[in-house]
């Protein structure tokens, strides 16, 4: 039984040290104070006026997070402004429109995600696939590199051209409703071109993967009710070997402009529509292969029309 008291003795004690606080919390603060000399005392029955608060102090605003994702996507159709291509210095200067079926409409999609750091620091990985494949009847003889095609053959023809796209760009403004922004961008292609008669007889095949740098630019401006508008541009001409990612001498060209009007929407999102020109090429001489002299000129010009969403995760 001692040793159980002992035990019980602390606890004991913290709960008549906590009754005994409630209590005194609980009885009302009486005005004891004596009325200077002169001074009617008050009233009975009257209270003295208590006080007035301290005014509560307003919470801080939440912190900004110093970085965001949004994720992008766009969907629409592309359209061929003009598409010429040649294999070999005595090969055609084929017309893709004329001649090769890109006289359609050609469906497009595009994705990309961006981050944000430090609210003027943006990264963007793009991913944009590019494929036109067509079947036609050649209406005058075609020659590609060392391979002849007769008049009247049927042909599939196939142009892919993927790439991959990686930016960084510095924001001057670091502003929600303004930004103006310039950077870099490392662009990498994955090129297929083929022509083929559709009976399997003729072939020829050219893959190509390079490195391609570019210049970036962007900017918009957003209303107060919501509308933006905005425009993003990235480009390089590189006539010198090594920039324009071929250790031959080739001069290329590439322009992938864009302007777009959108609306804020809730959840952080928003959605728009966009006009993109998407041009470039290139021409010059590159190491001889099998069946082929190495030379090549190829030039197009695309203009794609895409409804577009983006959100963002703060």
Not at 34 to 41: F, Q
Not at 82 to 104: C, E, K, L, M, P
Not at 196 to 216: C, E, H, M, W, Y
Not at 218 to 236: K, L
């Amino acid at each position: 039984m001692n040793a159980l008291g002992k035990l019980l003795a602390p606890l004991v004690a913290v709960a008549t040290t906590f009754v005994c606080a409630q209590a005194l919390a609980a009885e009302p603060a009486a005005a004891t104070a004596t009325p200077a000399a002169g001074v009617p005392a008050p009233a009975a029955g009257s209270a003295t006026p208590a006080a007035p608060a301290s005014a509560a102090l307003p919470a801080p605003p939440p912190s900004e997070p110093w970085y965001r994702f949004r994720p992008q996507a766009e969907l629409g159709f592309l359209a061929v402004l003009s598409h010429r291509i040649q294999f070999g210095r005595q090969g055609t200067y084929f017309d893709y429109v004329a001649d090769g079926g890109q006289d359609n409409l050609v469906f497009v999609a595009r994705a990309s995600i961006e981050v944000e750091l430090a609210r003027q620091h943006n990264l963007t990985f793009l991913y944009q696939p590019l494929e036109l494949e067509t079947r036609v009847q050649l209406a005058r003889e075609l020659v590609v590199d060392e391979v002849r095609f007769a008049t009247g053959t049927p042909m599939r023809l196939k142009y892919a051209f993927p790439y991959y796209r990686f930016s960084y760009m510095f924001d001057f403004l670091a502003d929600d409703r303004r930004e103006l922004a310039f950077g870099l961008s490392a662009q990498i292609r994955n090129a297929t071109i083929e022509f083929a008669s559709q009976d399997g007889t003729l072939l020829t095949s050219n893959r190509n993967i390079g490195f391609v740098p570019l210049l970036k630019a962007r900017g918009r401006y957003t209303f107060d009710n919501g509308v933006f508008i905005g425009h993003e541009i990235d480009g390089i001409y590189a006539p010198i070997r090594g920039v324009n990612g071929s250790d031959n001498e080739v001069t290329g060209a590439l322009v992938d402009a864009s302007v777009r009007v959108g609306l804020k929407l809730p959840y952080r999102s928003e959605a728009f529509l966009n006009v993109r020109y998407l041009a470039g090429g290139a021409v010059g001489q590159s190491d001889p292969k099998p069946f082929a002299d190495g030379y090549t000129k190829n030039w197009l010009q695309f203009m794609t029309v895409s409804l577009g969403g983006t959100i963002s995760s703060f």
